[in-house]
């Protein structure tokens, strides 16, 4: 062999050893390659997260209760859930207090309740608190009013001594001109009038009857006028039944307290000769 065949002979042998080591390698790479990384992809798919709870609105009908009075209370939200309704005191005797409302589901996302102002419920303002729970995030949804429930206070017991004493102060018993003699009509107010007193006999602390005269005559001519009206009202009421036992006093003021000052008609004057109840109450106990 020649040296150029030589030359040829090296040329081949290398280029057939070189071709030999790229064969194994790429069937190396591609074994390492299988081993290193899985044959099938699982695609991963993230949860939409839940939309929180809502209240869509609170409301109370109506705002304000009277004595004795009801309202509906209304939380709108999320359907599916359990609401809670809380009154806070504010104002007033409520102040300090809360007051839980029974709830109940109406569907469709509505809650109900009732309110009743009775002795559990203070009167004064209130601050109205719902809250929705149960939802999937495990915290409750809450809202606050805006407005205020407002409970009004009752009114003060009603003291029949002192609401007899009121009217009393109203004249009902009228003389003629220069007469003291009852008519029926005022032996008719007496005996109604034995009949209350006979109810609050003990709150009764004194009892007065006052005669008065119109502005004709002198003044003494009137004082014993006026004391001789007060007189005949006295023994009329103390003759009636379960009068027996009650002390009234009597007080002659003649023409010095006209309802009509400087009366000129015979109607004004009417008015002035008159006889007027002065009732006292002892305290309640």
């Known amino acids: 062999m020649g040296r150029s065949g030589r030359k040829w002979w090296f ?20 074994r390492v390659g299988g081993d290193d990384f899985p044959q099938t992809v699982e695609a991963v798919v ?39 309704v809380v009154l806070k005191g504010l104002e007033g005797k409520a102040a300090g207090h809360s007051t839980a409302v029974a709830m109940s589901d109406a569907g469709e996302g509505k809650y109900t309740g009732q309110v009743v102002a009775s002795g559990d419920l203070a009167p004064g303002k209130y ?25 009004v206070a009752p009114p ?5 001594c002192a609401e007899l004493a009121k009217s009393l102060a109203t004249p009902v ?20 009038l034995a009949a209350s ?20 005559g002198t003044v003494e001519y009137n004082l014993a006028l006026g004391a001789r009206r ?4 006295r023994d009329a009421l103390l003759a009636e039944p379960g009068m027996e036992g009650l002390t009234v006093s009597t007080l002659s003021r003649g023409e010095e307290q006209p309802l009509v000052p400087g009366a000129r008609t015979e109607e004004e004057h009417a008015r002035n000769r008159r006889a007027v109840f002065v009732l006292q ?5």
């Not at 929705?132 to 409970?151: A, C, D």
Request: glycine share 8%; charged share 25%.
């Open 11 to 30: 040329f081949v042998t290398g280029m057939l050893a070189l071709t030999a080591l790229l064969t194994v390698g790429c069937a190396s790479s591609k």
């Open 197 to 216: 007193l006979k109810q609050i006999a003990p709150r009764i602390s004194s009892l007065t009857v006052e005669g008065h005269c119109d502005e004709r």
């Open 127 to 151: 601050r109205v608190e719902a809250s929705l729970l149960g939802g999937p995030t495990g915290q409750p949804t809450r809202l606050v009013s805006s407005r205020v429930l407002t409970v």
């Open 156 to 160: 003060p017991p009603v003291d029949p």
């Open 230 to 233: 007060a007189l005949a009202v």
């Open 281 to 285: 109450c002892s305290p309640r106990k």
């Open 173 to 192: 018993i009228h003389f003629d001109f220069d007469k003291y003699d009852l008519n029926e009509q005022a032996r008719a107010y007496i005996a109604q």
């Open 46 to 84: 993230e949860a939409t997260p839940s939309e929180p709870d809502r209240i869509d609105f609170l409301d109370v009908d109506p705002w304000t209760l009277e004595p004795g009075g009801s309202a509906t209370v209304t939380v709108k939200g999320t359907e599916g859930r359990r609401a809670e």
